[in-house]
């Protein structure tokens, strides 16, 4: 069955997954792949894309008419150049490092056209994502940092199904300063990029970092690679392509004397 979402990209984007029949949760893992994250389950075995429960819970919706809008017809994908290339089920396996990519539509041209100069910026494109079902705000991207960085005071509002599954490394980080920064481990967490029809999910893994910092998290070269994603500090704008089109991603940054402002008006409402 051809759709033009993934079923972790159902899981992760689609109202209807509030009405899913969810699976029971064992302590046992679910499935012979041990280091596969299962995120219907909750648990190891197999990974989310082949999951027969979840599967069986989209097949169940499709069924009832409530996800006829992922069913390209030929008719959509005529007269929508944009939309032509949706997701048939089929990767290809990256030897190199063992991501499934899929095919054409990652080729899409991505355009920044031109604006005057009164509206070029020179600030920091600083953007929301979810990750690991959570919408998280303040994520710099840096396409100067070889990491993928989770701050701990931010990986401390996830669950314990999340942090169970932190590994320690031996990892050593440095700033552009020399200062070196303690890492708490790794972890491997789900990335949605986007808003419907324009959205992405990827698997990132983030260095946890204990470290102040007034972001969240910071995607380096690394993501921006796997999505295929492009910043442009001049336009404030992150652009990646999806099975739908190029998606646009405009920057949330606010300058941190506004954070203080806005902070201090919100406190003097309480008193």
Known sequence: MALTKTPKEILFTEPVKETFHLPQLMEE????????????????????????????EIIAKIKAGELNHLLP?????????????TWQGKVEENETDGECRTERWMYAPIIFHTIPNWRLSEEPVVISVVIANR???????DTGSEEDILYLHCFKVYPFSVKDRLRYTNLKIAG???????VVGKVKLDVTLGIHPLVRT?????????GRSRFNALFGRR??????AITSTPHAELHFPTPNGVAVIHSEYVEPARERSV???AQKTFF
């Open 29 to 56: 893992r679910q499935g012979p792949q041990s280091d596969k994250w299962c995120d219907f389950h909750e648990a190891y075995g197999h990974d989310t894309d082949n999951c027969k429960s979840l599967m069986r």
């Open 202 to 210: 990827e698997i990132v893994d983030f260095t946890v970092l204990d």
């Open 176 to 182: 552009i300063t020399g200062e070196s920064m303690r």
């Open 223 to 228: 993501t921006l690679r796997k999505f295929g």
């Open 263 to 265: 902070v201090y008006e």
């Open 135 to 141: 919408n998280i705000t303040r994520i710099y991207t």
């Open 73 to 85: 017809g030929k008719k959509y994908r005529r007269n929508d150049p944009n939309k032509r290339f």
